[in-house]
């Protein structure tokens, strides 16, 4: 009898996934999670039987656009180990596709009970503020996360999205985008969205002559 490799079928799942073989991926995950781990298996971390191949489940649905087995995945993921962090992000996500507020609300409640987990309900508080597009609520909450984590690029990211799609003060948006490449100079998104803006500021220059 050959006996699954739990190991090789983990990485598997993880490769298949990352190469956008979703099927695939959940195939050997489910399979993965219907092994036992075993004496034979000792020496196996025994979370890749459990909370963290139901993690990449849960990401392969989310990635297919299947809300409801990803989060029923990623709380059976939290039940079993209420401090993986990325399974309550993967929440928070899932919660803005569908705007649930509900489940927003669950998942900010679970970030701040982890200890590195307010930076992360902070910037899911101040997304979902300006995905209802309540721009100066979003822009007070996202300014309000610059002063408690300074050195971070977090709170300036999503300062810069508010700015940028409530579009009255640009000027403050460049600001925002140059402190993060102050702090990370290679930071693709924000490297865009400068090019974007002073391009359409020079447009704008060149249009009222």
Same mark, same amino acid.
């Given at each position: ?67 409801? %087995? ?79 984590? %300074? ?59």
């Amino acid at each position: 009898m050959v006996v699954d490799d739990p190991e090789l079928l983990y990485l598997e799942g993880r490769l298949l996934l990352e190469q956008g073989d979703y099927p695939g991926a959940e195939s050997v995950l489910l399979r993965l999670l219907s092994l036992e781990p075993g004496e034979h298996f000792s020496s196996i971390d025994p979370g890749i039987f459990t909370y963290k191949a139901r993690h990449f489940l849960a990401v392969c649905y989310h990635r297919r656009q299947m809300w409801q %087995p990803a989060i029923e995945q990623w709380q059976q993921v939290i039940a079993e180990q209420r401090d993986f962090i990325l399974a309550w992000l993967g929440l928070g996500e899932t919660s803005l596709q569908i705007q649930d507020q509900s489940l927003m609300d669950q998942t900010l409640e679970g970030l701040r009970s982890l200890p590195e987990g307010e930076l992360q309900a902070r910037i899911f508080q101040v997304r979902w503020l300006l995905m209802q597009k309540q721009f100066a609520q979003a822009r007070e909450q996202a300014e309000l996360v610059i002063k408690a984590y %300074p050195e971070k690029t977090d709170g300036y990211e999503v300062l810069s999205n508010v700015l940028l799609q409530e579009g009255s003060d640009l000027a403050a948006a460049e600001v925002a985008l140059r402190e993060i490449l102050k702090r990370q100079p290679g930071h693709r998104e924000a490297l865009n969205n400068l090019s974007v803006l002073i391009a359409q500021q020079q447009k704008n220059l060149s249009s009222a002559f």
